[in-house]
């Protein structure tokens, strides 16, 4: 089985390929969820890139043909013709300078050539002579893209001859694997210096941010502190509003009752007073009784005094 993962759009895709077909699986929820086949008569060479925020993917079917297909899409970007005479071997696809590369092996009678295609140029470069010359066995090839170039491997039975590429110069062989590691390596002063450069800016910005991370930390004590006191003043100010409003209930309290003694006093007086007003009543009455007695006291008296 042969499998291939992409993130695409930020979504996790998943290519699986045997005997079975071509399937694709994307990730949901943290999970794969069912497989979908797109196609069911697949062969070998499964390779696949992500490219303008789209999946491609090739292969070759069990009819031998070549295809390159766009996930989402039925019909195939390029598929080769039918020809019994041309057997294809190991298709692989790579993004460079914006640009998408198809490379594979055309094998006619036992001989193998190095072919490449780029489906959305109008131009396509030369491959170099030496990988164009017919070869048995079938050589294999890896690719390699590093800063402005595209690095092409290709390795027989007794050598491996290495290729760079740039648009503006095309392929250009690598004489030898120190040629190679020359023209790969940046200059040691040059990439000293940058090094230096950004290990000062490096450490200049870790300077700053650490200012910047104390200033922050000595705002939030600060307003941490300040928090602390407010939260402590405001506790205060809850004790004092929890015994003001304790004195005000006892004050309530306290007019309640004032309130009800008054009203019994008022009670009392009333009471005092119709008493009092009784109490003269008769005190009156006794006087009149008096008054009468005493005049008529008077008239016996004055009746005895006659007589004598």
């Given at each position: 089985m042969e499998l291939l993962s992409f993130s695409v759009s930020g979504t996790l895709l998943?290519?699986?390929?045997?005997?079975?077909?071509?399937?694709?699986?994307?990730?949901?929820s943290g999970q794969f969820g069912r497989p979908v086949l797109l196609c069911s008569n697949y062969k070998n060479g499964l390779s696949g890139c992500e490219y303008n925020h789209s999946l491609y993917y090739t292969y070759i079917n069990r009819e031998n043909a070549l295809l390159l297909r766009r996930l989402g899409e039925s019909a195939p970007l390029l598929r080769s013709e039918q020809n019994d005479t041309v057997t294809y071997h190991n298709p692989q696809l790579i993004v460079f300078n914006n640009t998408l590369f198809l490379f594979y092996m055309e094998e006619t009678q036992g001989s193998y050539r190095l072919r490449l295609q780029l489906p959305f140029s109008p131009i396509e470069p030369e491959l170099p002579d030496l990988s164009q010359t017919a070869c048995s066995p079938s050589p294999l090839f890896t690719l390699h893209t590093t800063g402005p170039y595209l690095y092409l491997f290709l390795t027989t039975e007794t050598t491996t001859v290495s290729y760079r590429y740039t648009r503006e110069t095309g392929f250009e062989t690598l004489s030898s694997e120190e040629d190679l590691l020359s023209k790969l390596r940046i200059p040691w002063d040059t990439e000293k210096k940058q090094l230096e450069q950004s290990l000062i800016q490096a450490i200049h910005l870790s300077e700053q941010q650490q200012n910047l991370l104390t200033e922050k930390e000595q705002k939030l004590l600060n307003i941490e502190a300040k928090l602390s006191a407010l939260t402590s003043e405001a506790e205060q100010k809850n004790t004092l509003l929890a015994e003001i409003s304790s004195a005000l209930q006892v004050a309530k309290d306290q007019l309640t009752e004032c309130k009800q003694d008054k009203q019994r006093t008022a009670q009392k007086l009333e009471q005092t007073s119709l008493l009092l007003e009784r109490a003269k009543a008769q005190y009156s009455e006794l006087m009149q009784v008096a008054e009468q007695y005493r005049q008529e006291a008077l008239k016996w008296y004055g009746k005895f005094t006659d007589r004598h």
């Open positions: 998943l290519l699986s390929a045997s005997d079975t077909g071509l399937f694709l699986h994307s990730m949901q």
